[in-house]
């Protein structure tokens, strides 16, 4: 597996990777909860890395990535003639992983077969090869990672409570990069260096300030993934080397020459997970400053009740800020 850098400066970001690298130290599962492309495979490399397995196997399985009749196989293994096409056996990735750390990337899609499996694994260190009749002791410190809503699966029935219980004994929550202020210019400018070092630029001229407000401005539904594939798409088509990139791409199946099934599809904006209907609003004003008091709470939080830190995300001045403070109570004397 390729070692990757953390990226970034925000305190969302650095409180994340601050509790992976104290949990590594620790036997311990850990469970990694995040968007798709906020970085949970690069945790649990920072997991396994700053552990004592550093030095033992990382094996990585995405669990929805093959179907639910050959998850058991692949993940407990299986010996000759267990199933049709078994033609000989084959070692589970537990087995693969023994000594050092597994990755169960996408845990949220296991069937409910997988899970009991899984389960007994955990709770006794010991796995059965499908088709074998005596298991195999392992020493596998589990890491798994969703961007699913496990607690609730629990209470729905489709994820084992027990199973939940014993491997969040730390949850890791990564946030999405739209919380994470100042990120995005820092991370564009790193991908889009290496854009221009790969095809062969002799000088990285930097992006507009327009382009860099539109990246500033877009919500990044596909995090750090999408605004790496958007920023290298943009350095590469641009043609002028001695000038800012000024042009970029978000969606790059945008096409007056699409077909008329994608073009009648709904705009990818409206399927932003976070984005919600408009409320009815009775009282303009009282909705106004009710909003307005929930961006300086959240910006108080996020920025560890730093009010100059708080105060610059939001684009106010010190003074500007305290004076919201007062207006809405939250001025602590």
């Given at each position: 597996?390729?070692?990757?850098?953390?990226?970034?400066?925000?305190?969302?970001?650095?409180?994340?990777?601050?509790?992976?690298?104290?949990?590594?130290?620790?036997?311990?599962?850990?469970?990694?909860?995040?968007?798709?492309?906020?970085?949970?495979?690069?945790?649990?490399?920072?997991?396994?890395?700053?552990?004592?397995?550093?030095?033992?196997?990382?094996?990585?399985?995405?669990?929805?990535?093959?179907?639910?009749?050959?998850?058991?196989?692949?993940?407990?293994?299986?010996?000759?003639?267990?199933?049709?096409?078994?033609?000989?056996?084959?070692?589970g990735r537990f087995e693969e992983a023994d000594g050092g750390t597994l990755f169960l990337d996408e845990l949220g899609t296991l069937s409910m077969a997988a899970q009991e499996r899984l389960l007994r694994v955990?709770?006794?260190?010991?796995?059965?090869?499908?088709?074998?009749?005596?298991?195999?002791?392992?020493?596998?410190?589990?890491?798994?990672?969703?961007?699913?809503?496990?607690?609730?699966?629990?209470?729905?029935?489709?994820?084992?409570?027990?199973?939940?219980?014993?491997?969040?004994?730390?949850?890791?929550?990564?946030?999405?990069?739209?919380?994470?202020?100042?990120?995005?210019?820092?991370?564009?400018?790193?991908?889009?260096?290496?854009?221009?070092?790969?095809?062969?630029?002799?000088?990285?001229?930097?992006?507009?300030?327009?382009?860099?407000?539109?990246?500033?401005?877009?919500?990044?539904?596909?995090?750090?993934?999408?605004?790496?594939?958007?920023?290298?798409?943009?350095?590469?088509?641009?043609?002028?080397?001695?000038?800012?990139?000024?042009?970029?791409?978000?969606?790059?199946?945008?096409?007056?020459?699409?077909?008329?099934?994608?073009?009648?599809?709904?705009?990818?904006?409206?399927?932003?997970?976070?984005?919600?209907?408009?409320?009815?609003?009775?009282?303009?004003?009282?909705?106004?400053?009710?909003?307005?008091?929930?961006?300086?709470?959240?910006?108080?939080?996020?920025?560890?009740?730093?009010?100059?830190?708080?105060?610059?995300?939001?684009?106010?001045?010190?003074?500007?800020?305290?004076?919201?403070?007062?207006?809405?109570?939250?001025?602590?004397?």
């Amino acid at each position: 597996m390729e070692r990757q850098s953390f990226i970034g400066q925000s305190l969302p970001f650095l409180d994340a990777i601050e509790l992976a690298g104290r949990a590594a130290a620790l036997d311990r599962p850990v469970l990694v909860i995040g968007e798709r492309g906020t970085g949970k495979e690069l945790i649990a490399q920072r997991l396994h890395h700053l552990s004592a397995r550093w030095d033992k196997p990382l094996v990585t399985m995405n669990c929805a990535a093959l179907p639910e009749t050959l998850i058991e196989a692949e993940l407990f293994g299986h010996e000759a003639g267990a199933f049709t096409g078994a033609t000989r056996a084959r070692a589970g990735r537990f087995e693969e992983a023994d000594g050092g750390t597994l990755f169960l990337d996408e845990l949220g899609t296991l069937s409910m077969a997988a899970q009991e499996r899984l389960l007994r694994v955990v709770e006794y260190g010991e796995v059965t090869r499908i088709g074998a009749s005596r298991p195999v002791t392992v020493n596998v410190r589990i890491v798994a990672a969703t961007n699913e809503n496990l607690p609730a699966a629990a209470d729905r029935g489709s994820f084992r409570a027990d199973l939940l219980d014993r491997l969040s004994f730390e949850v890791i929550t990564l946030p999405p990069l739209r919380a994470r202020d100042g990120d995005v210019a820092v991370l564009a400018d790193h991908f889009g260096r290496r854009m221009a070092s790969e095809i062969g630029w002799l000088r990285w001229p930097g992006f507009s300030d327009a382009v860099m407000a539109a990246m500033e401005a877009y919500r990044w539904p596909g995090n750090v993934r999408e605004l790496r594939n958007v920023v290298e798409r943009a350095v590469y088509r641009w043609q002028e080397e001695d000038g800012p990139v000024d042009s970029l791409t978000f969606d790059p199946f945008a096409s007056p020459w699409a077909p008329a099934s994608m073009v009648e599809a709904p705009p990818k904006v409206a399927s932003v997970p976070d984005a919600e209907p408009t409320p009815i609003v009775d009282d303009l004003k009282s909705a106004v400053a009710a909003y307005e008091r929930s961006l300086v709470e959240e910006a108080l939080v996020r920025h560890r009740h730093n009010q100059r830190a708080a105060a610059k995300a939001l684009k106010l001045s010190y003074d500007q800020f305290r004076h919201c403070l007062r207006r809405h109570g939250l001025l602590q004397t």
